[in-house]
């Protein structure tokens, strides 16, 4: 008779690693989906996006930032319940406002405040902090790796 107990155990191990993996992952990256177009030409509507969890940043990312209350939603849906904005990172914290966001932030002069960042769209008719003035770098969830998929015609 054959002793089936290291095949077994072979077998928890691997599916324990697996299990691990999964979880490892999903906390990690998030798969969003782009809806309107206001990153467009970078990014479509219906596109689908691998983004990377995490708070190194830099100016020119395309970045995840939790929707909040009182923001219409214009650009992104996320996994569950969460409502996404795909944007471009156009200022940290200490770099110079952009001009065009000068007027939402009531004239707000250099540079941006600690804590605070600036997103815009691609779309020159994006709804971003053009509207909305600055945006907590707390909302950020994470930065695009990659486009699993492309709708752009």
Do not use: C, Y
Not at 20 to 27: F, P
Request: proline share 7%; aromatic share 2%.
């Amino acid at each position: 008779m054959i002793d089936k107990s290291p095949i077994l155990v072979a077998a928890m191990i691997t599916v324990a690693a697996a299990v691990a993996g999964t979880v490892t992952m999903r906390h990690r990256f998030l798969i969003i989906d782009v809806l309107g177009d206001s990153m467009h030409p970078h990014l479509a509507d219906g596109d689908r996006l691998l983004v990377r969890r995490t708070r190194r940043l830099r100016v020119g990312d395309i970045v995840v930032a939790h929707h909040r209350e009182g923001r219409r939603q214009t650009a992104t849906k996320g996994s569950s319940a969460s409502t996404w904005l795909v944007k471009r990172l156009a200022a940290l914290p200490g770099d110079p406002v952009p001009e065009s966001v000068i007027p939402a932030v009531g004239g707000h002069p250099n540079p941006v405040p600690a804590g605070m960042t600036v997103l815009l769209g691609d779309h020159p008719h994006s709804i971003d902090s053009r509207l909305w003035g600055f945006v907590p770098l707390s909302d950020i969830e994470g930065v695009m790796v990659t486009r699993l998929t492309s709708n752009a015609s």
